[in-house]
């Protein structure tokens, strides 16, 4: 059964910083396009940011400038670099990739608490 992992979620004061991973099995490497969402309460699941083989990255609105996403092929891991973390921020962060085998694969999520 293909999981991904994702793990470094936690509770961050305002303003702080944060690094989601995502550990990706390696028989879905290459990857197609590698994404990271999250749902906070009450609310729908959005697309935080996403990163392509083909083009430069995505990122949600407002999401620019403050979160990275990048993949290491070499470790297997898809990473979320979040800086000047806001309380809006706050919920769980979903890991998916798209992998060779051309199907979707999504992890369990993992919190991110921004305390204002």
């Known amino acids: 059964q293909v999981r991904l992992v994702e793990s470094g979620g936690g509770l961050v004061q305002t303003g702080g910083s944060l690094t989601l991973s995502c550990a990706v099995p390696?028989?879905?490497?290459?990857?197609?396009?590698a994404e990271w969402n999250r749902q906070s309460p009450g609310n729908q699941r959005e697309l935080v940011a996403k990163?392509?083989?083909?083009?430069?990255?995505v990122y949600g609105d407002s999401l620019k400038g403050r979160f990275t996403i990048s993949v290491d092929n070499a470790k297997n891991v898809v990473y979320l670099k979040m800086t000047s973390v806001k309380p809006e921020d706050t919920g769980v962060y979903y890991c998916?990739?798209?992998?060779?085998?051309?199907?979707?694969?999504w992890g369990r999520g993992t919190q991110v608490t921004v305390s204002s």
């Open positions: 990163s392509t083989s083909d083009g430069p990255p």
């Open positions: 998916a990739v798209y992998g060779s085998d051309r199907r979707y694969y």
């Open positions: 390696g028989s879905l490497f290459p990857l197609t396009a």
